[in-house]
């Protein structure tokens, strides 16, 4: 079974800082894809960004960067710089390539407040 | 819109009302999906569709959920008899392919309440 855990269930910074989002994951397949939304006050989730299973090259978008690392089963989050727009749930989420399910296991989310 | 469009944006019902939730996907996106997120957790999958095609209803946590999308497009989660367990936000999501890494896109959900 999948599963996802974000342990961190909140985080606040003072607006500049650096702040990293955990995220571990449990599969049994070989091809799987993670996610990471973000849940603004609005309620929309927003898709930030998809990797699969077989690339573990670390991504940079502006001040967002991901750590995927397939030996300690994480996809990790920084933001660079965070600003107060920042502010939001994020969630990270996992599917599995395996079989016709095509839907997204969430973690609990971790809450980031940026304080100016 | 451009976007996925969920209405009502607030319902609030007595227990034992059946209620109806709409979604309106994006135009041409195959994929349906309906979650359930309750207050701070994250959404949790109820249902799938392809085209008009339910795949998956392995999340539905009882009969008393029924969801349909009979043309293959707009969709309706409908809750009969519902219990105060029942009020949650409702997602809905939808992407372009049945491809597991195609992002799903979602809709500001209806966020309902039983009284």
């Known amino acids: 079974a999948q599963k996802v855990t974000q342990a961190q269930t909140e985080i606040s910074v003072v607006e500049k800082e650096d702040v990293t989002l955990d995220c571990v994951y449990e599969t049994r397949d070989t091809t799987y894809y993670l996610f990471w939304y973000k849940q603004p006050p609005s309620g929309e989730l927003v898709f930030l960004i998809r990797r699969n299973s077989f690339d573990e090259q670390n991504e940079i978008s502006g001040r967002y960067s991901w750590n995927f690392q397939k030996s300690t089963s994480s996809f990790n989050f920084t933001i660079t710089a965070s600003q107060v727009v920042d502010s939001a749930v994020y969630f990270c989420a996992l599917s599995e390539a395996a079989g016709s399910a095509r839907q997204l296991t969430f973690g609990s989310g971790t809450q980031l407040t940026v304080l100016p | 819109g451009a976007g996925v469009s969920q209405s009502p944006r607030y319902k609030v019902a007595k227990r034992g009302q059946d209620v109806a939730l709409r979604c309106d996907p994006i135009?041409?996106?195959?994929?349906l999906f309906w979650y359930q997120q309750a207050l701070g957790q994250g959404p949790e999958f109820l249902t799938y569709f392809q085209n008009e095609a339910q795949l998956d209803k392995s999340g539905l946590p009882s009969d008393r959920f029924f969801a349909e999308r009979p043309e293959g497009s707009v969709s309706t989660l409908k809750i009969q008899r519902t219990q105060q367990e029942d009020s949650a936000v409702y997602l809905c999501?939808?992407?372009?392919?049945?491809?597991?890494?195609?992002?799903?896109?979602f809709g500001d959900g209806t966020r309902l309440s039983i009284l």
């Open positions: 999501a939808s992407s372009l392919a049945n491809r597991v890494d195609q992002p799903q896109h």
């Open positions: 135009s041409g996106h195959v994929s």
